[in-house]
């Protein structure tokens, strides 16, 4: 971590100790390559996963049950 200090995605704050930082994630950009999501190690639980990739993975078992594979 060089630069400015990460803001972790749970509370907003930027995270100055970089022991205390845990990476959480991807976050694609629509023009760019994205950026990386960071929380606060105490916040770590504190954080959902995404919706989108959760219900995709849901859908991807299901039809994988269906199918008998």
């Known amino acids: ?3 400015a200090p990460p803001i972790c995605r749970a ?3 930027p995270i100055e ?5 845990v990476y959480v994630g991807h976050e ?9 999501i960071w ?5 770590v639980d504190l954080l959902e ?5 959760t219900r ?3 859908r991807v078992l299901v039809a994988r ?3 008998g594979e």
């Open 11 to 13: 509370c907003d704050v």
């Open 65 to 67: 049950a269906l199918s």
């Open 49 to 53: 996963p995404d919706q989108a990739a």
């Open 17 to 21: 100790d970089a022991d205390d930082a």
């Open 28 to 36: 694609p950009s629509n023009s760019g390559p994205g950026w990386a």
């Open 56 to 58: 995709i993975l849901a």
């Open 39 to 43: 929380a606060h190690r105490a916040h």
């Open 1 to 3: 971590m060089t630069g």
